[in-house]
T-cell receptor, first 112, second 113 residues
Framework: DQQVKQNSPSLSVQEGRISILNCDYT??????FLWYKKYPAEGPTFLIS?????DKNEDGRFTVFLNKSAKHLSLHIVPSQPGDSAVYFC???????????FGKGTKLTVNP | DAGVIQSPRHEVTEMGQEVTLRCKPI?????LFWYRQTMMRGLELLIY????????DSGMPEDRFSAKMPNASFSTLKIQPSEPRDSAVYFC???????????FGPGTRLTVT
């Protein structure tokens, strides 16, 4: 049973436009949500996070939105750049635990 | 400052052989995690340690898998005997207690033929 789902395996956008990556979860006990970025032959690297008590967190071109009632979060990248092309993983942490549960990832391609 | 170090980066072995993957966490981090990434299952947690003690091994697929952390700067993940379905990329990650941000190593790509 997947607790964190990324239903789009891939996404392609033009340089300069907005990229929106989506993630759904089922566990109401998750208290932190994170996005990781992964380039080929490298490990995932932390990108941005949001606490369950907030609905938005922004860091430069990256913004994460959380809709707790819908159990949905999204990552917005504006403007998208070719260097953003990577696999993006959504992850969630259950309160009181150090474990992260990851989605299967969405491969973003930003075309010049 | 060095990140998480994993060795080897690539491993090709024959079915039935023993495989040992190694990890050196970031100095000062006291939690260590082993993950496996496959196309089918994505990135799944196998086991994690806190202060060198295994806390949760519920993700270890079967008895063929074992992990140890003899000290704060070294951990191993062993598969004995290995099977073709173990082929995957294995990641090690570390963090400090209470932090939600985990730092990943570059991974070991394991191929079992």
């Amino acid at each position: 049973d997947q607790q964190v789902k990324q239903n789009s395996p891939s996404l392609s956008v033009q340089e300069g436009r907005i990229s929106i990556l989506n993630c759904d979860y089922t566990n109401s006990m998750f208290d932190y949500f994170l996005w990781y970025k992964k380039y080929p032959a490298e490990g995932p690297t932390f990108l941005i996070s949001i606490s369950s008590i907030k609905d938005k967190n922004e860091d430069g071109r990256f913004t994460v939105f959380l809709n707790k009632s819908a159990k949905h979060l999204s990552l917005h990248i504006v403007p998208s750049q070719p260097g953003d092309s990577a696999v993006y993983f959504c992850a969630a942490r259950e309160g009181g635990s150090e474990k992260l549960v990851f989605g299967k990832g969405t491969k973003l391609t930003v075309n010049p | 400052d060095a990140g998480v170090i994993q060795s080897p980066r690539h491993e090709v072995t024959e079915m039935g052989q023993e495989v040992t993957l190694r990890c050196k966490p970031i100095s000062g981090h006291n939690s260590l995690f082993w993950y496996r990434q496959t196309m089918m299952r994505g990135l799944e947690l196998l086991i994690y340690f806190n202060n060198n003690v295994p806390i949760d091994d519920s993700g270890m697929p079967e008895d063929r898998f074992s992990a140890k952390m003899p000290n704060a700067s070294f951990s191993t993940l062993k598969i004995q005997p290995s099977e073709p379905r173990d082929s995957a990329v294995y990641f090690c990650a570390s963090t400090t207690t209470g932090s939600y941000e985990q730092y990943f190593g570059p991974g070991t790509r394991l191929t079992v033929t």
